[in-house]
T-cell receptor, first 115, second 114 residues
Framework: AQSVTQPDIHITVSEGASLELRCNYSYGATPYLFWYVQSPGQGLQLLLKYFSGDTLVQGIKGFEAEFKRSQSSFNLRKPSVHWSDAAEYFCAVGPVAGGYNKLIFGAGTRLAVHP | GAVVSQHPSRVICKSGTSVKIECRSLDFQATTMFWYRQFPKQSLMLMATSNEGSKATYEQGVEKDKFLINHASLTLSTLTVTSAHPEDSSFYIC??????????FGPGTRLTVT
């Protein structure tokens, strides 16, 4: 079955430190992969996406993610975290069986940033 | 570009009444829109896929008679929670698709049923 796992529920980093958020997926073929960020009480904002091609994907706000087929992973990274990066981060994968262009979302990782 | 709005942002209603939530794509046309429900500190749960001019496709376990979805135009989808009960209280988020698989999300609607 298709699924997305974000192993870390909470992560705390110091401002200026590097960040890596993990995402693993189970999928029968090459998936489309996404990272979204959600601030409290808000909708989701697309950070970056991978469809094909270069496995290192650059996104907005200084984020990048690398697709590793051998590890079934799509980890999100940022070299230097800012206090404004504190939010909930969701990894998503598609397409999902069942018609239309559905995505499956991971459970999310809540990022806290210490000054 | 790719801005999606939702209205209202917050709504409080009494048990037994109906509530309509609007989702609009402001600067693009969206053939497909999605409705999600999010419980506190949890991920998004897809409720239904809304396609312009056709009936919505509901996920397993979602009551179609309770959560009425209408996608009357390429920029507007509505979710009506009928005969709302306290257990329907939640954060409802819509998204609109620009290109296949690329979804842009609205800011969400907090529904509280008293």
């Amino acid at each position: 079955a298709q699924s997305v796992t974000q192993p870390d529920i909470h992560i705390t980093v110091s401002e200026g430190a590097s960040l890596e958020l993990r995402c693993n997926y189970s999928y029968g073929a090459t998936p489309y992969l996404f990272w979204y960020v959600q601030s409290p009480g808000q909708g989701l904002q697309l950070l970056l996406k991978y469809f094909s091609g270069d496995t290192l994907v650059q996104g907005i706000k200084g984020f990048e993610a690398e697709f590793k087929r051998s590890q079934s992973s799509f980890n999100l990274r940022k070299p230097s975290v800012h206090w404004s990066d504190a939010a909930e981060y969701f990894c998503a994968v598609g397409p999902v069986a069942g018609g239309y262009n559905k995505l499956i979302f991971g459970a999310g990782t809540r990022l806290a940033v210490h000054p | 570009g790719a801005v999606v709005s939702q209205h209202p942002s917050r709504v409080i209603c009494k048990s037994g009444t109906s509530v309509k939530i609007e989702c609009r794509s402001l600067d693009f046309q969206a053939t497909t829109m999605f409705w999600y429900r999010q419980f506190p500190k949890q991920s998004l749960m897809l409720m239904a896929t809304s396609n312009e001019g056709s009936k919505a496709t509901y996920e397993q376990g979602v009551e179609k008679d309770k959560f009425l979805i209408n996608h009357a135009s390429l920029t507007l989808s509505t979710l009506t929670v009928t005969s709302a009960h306290p257990e329907d209280s939640s954060f409802y988020i819509c998204s609109a698709e620009t290109t296949p698989y690329e979804q842009y999300f609205g800011p969400g609607t907090r529904l509280t049923v008293t």
